[in-house]
């Protein structure tokens, strides 16, 4: 039986001007992996995913995301998936339960949904006494684990998560991962880009763009056996020597 894909794309591509920031990928993700989306800046990757949230249309290829039409059903897209930004997401100067209520509103969900889940959330986050304290006065590494939560609180199928450990210690990166495990277990499919290429290890699959293509794409252990290389950095130094562009991307 084939593995359910959750993402389909084919030649997508994006052009500004005479720029082409990504250049004809294909690729699939199936439901319930996580798939590392590498590159450095300027390789096309964030605006490669802001096409597949629904957020910039394509200049031409095609795509679905959980089944839905990226040209005629951005809205549906929207409301099926969670998004983390590189850049913290929530609002700072609500408080740490009004961003919780406010996100699960925007999604819909019943106000009986949002204070059962939202109480669960906080329990688990081990933030019941900082429920009332302004976002912006939390710990970075508190932030993001709170704006990983609040991305996947409508329970998507799937989230896209833009560098989401960027600036965070060691140890909160490793607690960010565990959060990441579990939400694929839960039948969450994770689609993150990162920069710290330990990280790519801990991926079902790995695609590393250069130039706005997609230079290479399999399991971290194949990719390394490729390459000739005992680590994902390897890996990457080796694709990203070919890179013939510095534009942001």
Same mark, same amino acid.
């Given at each position: 039986?084939?593995?359910?894909?959750?993402?389909?794309?084919?030649?997508?591509?994006?052009?500004?001007? &005479?720029?082409?920031?990504? &250049?004809?990928?294909?690729?699939?993700?199936?439901?319930?992996?996580?798939?590392?989306?590498?590159?450095?800046?300027?390789?096309?990757?964030?605006?490669?995913?802001?096409?597949?949230?629904?957020?910039?249309?394509?200049?031409?290829?095609?795509?679905?995301?959980?089944?839905?039409?990226?040209?005629?059903?951005?809205?549906?897209?929207?409301?099926?998936?969670?998004?983390?930004?590189?850049?913290?997401?929530?609002?700072?100067?609500?408080?740490?339960?009004?961003?919780?209520?406010?996100?699960?509103?925007?999604?819909?969900?019943?106000?009986?949904?949002?204070?059962?889940?939202?109480? #669960?959330?906080?329990?688990? #986050?081990?933030?019941?006494?900082?429920?009332?304290?302004?976002?912006?006065?939390?710990?970075?590494?508190?932030?993001?684990?709170?704006?990983?939560?609040?991305?996947?609180?409508?329970?998507?199928?799937?989230?896209? #998560?833009?560098?989401?450990?960027?600036?965070? &210690?060691?140890?909160?990166?490793?607690?960010?991962?565990?959060?990441?495990?579990?939400?694929?277990?839960?039948?969450?499919?994770?689609?993150?880009?990162?920069?710290?290429?330990?990280?790519?290890?801990?991926?079902?699959?790995?695609?590393?763009?250069?130039?706005?293509?997609?230079?290479?794409?399999?399991?971290?252990?194949?990719?390394?056996?490729?390459?000739?290389?005992?680590?994902? &950095?390897?890996?990457?130094?080796?694709?990203?020597?070919?890179?013939?562009?510095?534009?942001?991307?």
């Amino acid at each position: 039986m084939d593995t359910e894909k959750i993402i389909i794309t084919e030649k997508l591509t994006k052009r500004f001007a &005479d720029f082409v920031a990504v &250049d004809a990928i294909s690729f699939f993700v199936n439901k319930g992996e996580i798939f590392g989306f590498l590159g450095a800046n300027g390789a096309g990757k964030t605006t490669a995913m802001r096409m597949l949230c629904g957020l910039s249309k394509p200049t031409a290829g095609k795509a679905t995301i959980a089944g839905f039409d990226i040209y005629r059903q951005t809205e549906k897209i929207k409301k099926n998936i969670g998004y983390m930004s590189q850049k913290f997401s929530l609002y700072e100067d609500l408080t740490v339960k009004e961003n919780i209520r406010f996100y699960g509103g925007i999604y819909g969900k019943s106000n009986i949904f949002i204070k059962e889940k939202a109480a #669960l959330l906080l329990h688990q #986050l081990k933030l019941e006494k900082e429920a009332d304290k302004l976002v912006g006065d939390l710990p970075l590494g508190w932030k993001q684990k709170l704006a990983f939560s609040v991305a996947i609180f409508h329970e998507p199928q799937l989230v896209f #998560l833009d560098e989401p450990t960027g600036g965070v &210690d060691p140890v909160t990166r490793r607690e960010f991962w565990n959060m990441i495990y579990e939400a694929s277990e839960r039948g969450i499919t994770i689609f993150v880009t990162t920069h710290y290429m330990d990280e790519a290890e801990y991926c079902s699959r790995v695609a590393i763009m250069v130039d706005g293509r997609i230079e290479a794409l399999d399991t971290p252990e194949v990719l390394k056996s490729t390459y000739t290389a005992t680590t994902m &950095d390897d890996v990457f130094l080796q694709l990203a020597r070919k890179a013939q562009r510095s534009e942001l991307g």
